[in-house]
């Protein structure tokens, strides 16, 4: 190693410790900061049961065959059987979804009748189930 001309010395390695005590003092001021947010008043805590209060509802899926048939989670119903079960599942659970399959070959007045059904008792998530297209 050469002494330069003006009597200082070249670096032959890189000082760190100003870097690590930022560092550090980053990670304090971060540690600090974390436990404040934290912080509250201690109390004792009520013990809730390991089961869920409430229960999430149900799929419902109504079904309508290429005959005409209608069907409630493979329950054959009539129109107004269907419509009086919907009204107590709807007591029961309000705002539950439901599934309607219809067979292609059914006819679509039955499907219409399902859903107006839906739409007099005011059962808004309801979907309708398909299957892709075979080029898909």
Do not use: C, W
């Not at 760190?16 to 003092?25: K, R, S």
């Not at 219409?112 to 007099?120: K, Q, S």
Request: glycine share 6%; proline share 8%; charged share 15%.
């Amino acid at each position: 190693m050469q002494v330069q001309p003006d009597g200082n010395k070249p670096y032959d390695d890189i000082n760190i410790t100003p870097m690590l005590d930022l560092a550090y003092v980053l990670l304090i001021i971060f540690i600090i900061m974390t436990t404040a947010s934290v912080q509250g008043m201690k109390v004792n805590l009520p013990h809730a049961s390991a089961q869920q209060s409430l229960a999430k509802p149900t799929t419902k899926a109504i079904t309508v065959t290429s005959d005409g048939r209608i069907f409630l989670d493979t329950v054959p119903v009539s129109m107004p059987e269907l419509q009086s079960r919907l009204v107590a599942d709807e007591a029961a659970t309000p705002d539950f979804p439901v599934v309607v399959s219809g067979d292609g070959a059914a006819s679509y007045q039955t499907i219409m009748n399902v859903l107006d059904l839906l739409g007099r008792l005011n059962i808004s998530s309801v979907g309708l189930a398909t299957k892709p297209s075979p080029g898909q």
